[in-house]
């Protein structure tokens, strides 16, 4: 069973660039979440696709985009970044969306995002 | 406005003891409960998770135990490894669903041989 994985591992920008980090459920799983750590923070959702289209938002600006392609891998796009966008970018996936005690969150090991 | 508030930054432990680690809710409409283990330089890893339904939980050496009209759960570990040394997280969802979980900020919890 393929875990989730998700490239690149550490990636530097400069304010006001444009970012896309990737994301490859695991085996089976049809659902891909999207969560944000900052130092010092638990990690804050940011959204979750199913079947290719955005399945909730949490508090974030538009500029944070993503797609999910019919492979169910993943991809979140930041545009104009910010000196705050610096974080852990954690990619999440699971069966469709459903009941926690039955499919629960899997992570993967995070892209670290570094805005100068 | 923080919902998952755990309070302590830290904690340390002798192994063999026990730890426990707190968290506080403030939404009233989470009705499930989840703790993550974290590793440095990887994803959070689920350990444990609790209904509303209910008031305690056990895994093996892990229990977690629920007051909801405290709004208050913890996490017990005993006994205590040095390989349990990470950041613990308590989540919260609404609905059981694996629809966007709110997280506190974590609690590094250290056991020393």
């Known amino acids: 069973e393929t875990g989730v994985t998700q490239s690149p591992t550490h990636l530097i920008k400069t304010r006001g660039q444009q970012v896309t980090l990737r994301c490859s459920s695991q085996?089976?799983?049809?659902?891909v979440s999207w969560y944000q750590q900052a130092l010092g923070q638990g990690p804050q959702f940011i959204f979750q696709?199913?079947?290719?289209?955005?399945?909730g938002r949490g508090n974030f600006p538009p500029r944070f985009s993503g797609l999910q392609f019919p492979n169910y891998s993943s991809e979140l796009n930041v545009n104009a970044l910010e000196l705050d966008d610096s974080a852990l970018y954690l990619c999440?996936?699971?069966?469709?969306?459903?009941?926690?005690?039955?499919?629960?969150?899997?992570f993967g090991n995070g892209t670290r995002l570094t805005v100068t | 406005d923080q919902q998952v508030k755990q309070n302590s930054p830290s904690l340390s432990v002798q192994e063999g003891r026990i730890s426990i680690l707190n968290c506080d809710y403030t939404?009233?409409?989470?009705?499930?409960f989840l703790w993550y283990k974290k590793y440095p330089a990887e994803g959070p890893t689920f350990l444990i998770s609790?209904?509303?339904?209910?008031d305690k939980n056990e895994d093996g050496r892990f229990t977690v135990f629920l007051n909801k009209s405290a709004k208050h759960l913890s996490l017990h570990i005993v006994p205590s490894q040095p390989g349990d040394s990470a950041v613990y997280f308590c989540a919260a969802t609404r609905g059981g669903s694996n629809y966007k979980l709110t997280f506190g900020k974590g609690t590094l919890l250290t056991v020393n041989p």
């Open positions: 609790i209904s509303s339904i209910k």
């Open positions: 999440a996936s699971s069966l469709r969306p459903a009941q926690l005690r039955n499919s629960p969150l899997h």
């Open positions: 085996s089976g799983h049809n659902t």
């Open positions: 939404n009233s409409m989470f009705d499930y």
């Open positions: 696709y199913y079947r290719e289209e955005e399945n």
